[in-house]
């Protein structure tokens, strides 16, 4: 009987129960209450001296020049892909003449903001956790405070900023080589010339459709940046909790980057 009793105990140890749907609720209300708290206090140091100016342009480099490729890779394969679907479909109704202008409105005002977001969001977003996730386990957070300085002027708000300004400058790169990619398979498929195609795309975008991209190219790079950081300074429970930071982080950011582009989109087309 005592051994069934501390067998009993010790899969209750490793097993814990789990937690009802009101600890979850709560859990998580805290959880985004702490995430205003923390960018309250990230602007607020932001904007005052000292600037850590070597910060923001080394995280500026590693985040952003690293994820151009892939940025890039996205984008190419998204225009090849919706220019082909939309000149078939208007091929049926003899007007494939006008794909361009279909194109440039689908990739400026959506899919390379959102595609670049969710592609290169997962990418730094888990990388910012892993990286401030280890450094928390590691007490090297503690070792920041033990010596006087402020971890979120120190690591934080230099990621937040360089992935500020990180996301929109890889979602002009991705509108410019989607667009190229998307004329040059409408090229090759329909028979369409590059002027006929790129005459019709700059008769139908304007400005706002462009400024509306970068602008949620921002917003998405500061979501990624603050729910990376968040994550990661908040890890416990050693290695396991820095992984389990990391995949929240990234379910975090993609569902966050669709919510953002939905009330963006109201906010822009209303204006």
């Known amino acids: 009987m005592r051994a069934e009793a501390q067998a009993a105990a010790t899969a209750a140890a490793h097993h814990p129960p789990r937690p009802t749907l009101k600890e979850r609720l709560r859990e998580r209300m805290e959880s985004l209450g702490a995430l205003s708290v923390?960018?309250?206090?990230?602007?607020?140091?932001a904007v005052r001296p000292p600037y850590d100016w070597a910060g923001l342009v080394f995280h500026t480099e590693s985040l952003?020049?690293?994820s151009l490729p892939i940025a890039l890779l996205t984008a190419t394969f998204a225009g090849l892909v919706i220019s082909l679907q939309f000149g078939y479909f208007l091929a049926r109704f003899g007007?494939?003449?006008t794909v361009g202008r279909v194109v440039i409105?689908?990739?400026?005002?959506?899919l390379a903001p959102v595609l670049t977001a969710l592609t290169v969001g997962a990418r730094i977003g888990s990388g910012i956790?892993?990286?401030?996730?280890?450094?928390?386990?590691?007490?090297?957070?503690?070792?920041?405070?033990?010596?006087?300085?402020?971890?979120?002027?120190?690591?934080?708000?230099?990621?937040?900023?360089?992935?500020?300004?990180?996301?929109?400058?890889?979602?002009?790169?991705s509108d410019v080589v989607?667009?190229?990619?998307?004329?040059?398979?409408?090229?090759?498929?329909?028979?369409?010339?590059?002027?006929?195609?790129?005459?019709?795309?700059?008769?139908?975008v304007m400005m706002g459709d462009f400024v509306s991209g970068v602008i949620k190219g921002a917003v998405f790079g500061l979501v990624i940046g603050l729910v990376g950081c968040f994550k990661g300074l908040a890890v416990e429970g050693g290695t396991e909790?820095?992984?389990?930071?990391?995949?929240?982080?990234v379910a975090i950011t993609s569902v966050s980057v669709c919510l953002a582009d939905?009330?963006?989109?109201?906010?822009?087309?209303?204006f």
């Open 105 to 110: 409105l689908t990739l400026f005002r959506e």
């Open 262 to 270: 939905f009330f963006i989109t109201k906010i822009t087309l209303y």
């Open 241 to 249: 909790g820095v992984g389990r930071a990391t995949t929240q982080t």
């Open 95 to 97: 007007v494939q003449y």
């Open 178 to 204: 989607g667009l190229v990619g998307g004329a040059l398979v409408v090229r090759s498929q329909y028979g369409i010339s590059l002027d006929q195609f790129f005459q019709g795309a700059l008769d139908a």
């Open 38 to 45: 923390m960018t309250g206090q990230v602007f607020s140091r």
């Open 64 to 66: 952003g020049v690293r």
């Open 129 to 173: 956790a892993a990286e401030l996730g280890s450094m928390t386990v590691t007490e090297q957070v503690d070792a920041i405070r033990a010596l006087g300085a402020d971890p979120l002027r120190k690591l934080v708000v230099p990621r937040v900023f360089a992935c500020l300004i990180v996301m929109p400058v890889l979602t002009v790169f």
